[in-house]
């Protein structure tokens, strides 16, 4: 089973569109991250959510909105596509434990290139 | 605020030569520190971390210790394998807060036969 899947796996839209990717863990943690990863490869947090309450909220237009129904869910809903939105989008989660850094698990990446 | 530096790539090696990629970092308190790997095409995942000073992290033969007082955490692997041929990241997560993993830029190693 997979731990951390996320849907679509590829996408590929125009400028303007808005798009959603989807994120799932089974893993029973309680955190979940969003990062982007720009084409030359670095990675840079977006926003994290801790039992669906919003705990990162890194300097992103606010065209990017999270959304966490669940513990096990985090979407990325993006408005007014850009060009520079292009970019793999990484889904993690971990389990928050006091005083303490647990691993991260990241997702597969989501590849979104806007046209 | 918290930083990593990691050496520039491509690092390109023959088979069973050795691996050292320099990884420093900057950050207050006592980070966590961690190597992901990324083979092409596929996501992270976790090489190997250390949580505290002196710890080393070990998995499939590749090695790092935490050096607090040079504050660095570099990767080292003393035979590698064309399969090892994928992009490495340092990365720390800050003492404290929410596990908010902070990367360094990532270096490219090619293996060639």
């Known amino acids: 089973d997979t731990a951390v899947s996320q849907t679509p796996k590829y996408l590929v839209t125009q400028m303007g569109n808005d798009k959603s990717i989807k994120c799932e863990q089974n893993l029973g943690h309680d955190t979940m991250y969003w990062y982007k990863q720009d084409s030359k490869k670095f990675l840079k947090i977006m926003f994290s959510y801790n039992n669906k309450e919003l705990i990162i909220n890194e300097t992103v237009p606010n065209r990017f909105s999270p959304k966490s129904p669940d513990k096990a869910h985090l979407n990325l809903h993006i408005n007014s596509l850009e060009l520079g939105d292009s970019a793999v989008y990484f889904c993690?989660?971990?389990?928050?434990?006091?005083?303490?850094?647990?691993?991260?698990?990241f997702g597969p990446g989501t590849r979104l290139l806007v046209l | 605020g918290d930083s990593v530096t990691q050496m520039e790539g491509p690092v390109t090696l023959s088979e069973e030569a050795f691996l050292t990629i320099n990884c420093t970092y900057t950050a207050t308190g006592y980070p966590s520190l961690f190597w992901y790997v990324q083979y092409p095409g596929e996501g992270l995942q976790l090489l190997l971390k250390?949580?505290?000073?002196?710890d080393k992290g070990s998995n499939k033969g590749f090695e790092a210790t935490y050096r607090k007082e040079t504050t660095s955490f570099h990767l080292e692997k003393g035979s590698v394998q064309v399969s090892d041929s994928a992009v490495y990241f340092c990365a720390l997560s800050a003492s404290g807060g929410y596990n908010k993993l902070i990367f360094g830029a990532g270096t490219r190693l090619a293996v060639h036969p």
């Open positions: 250390a949580t505290k000073a002196d």
């Open positions: 993690a989660s971990s389990q928050v434990v006091s005083g303490s850094s647990e691993t991260q698990y």
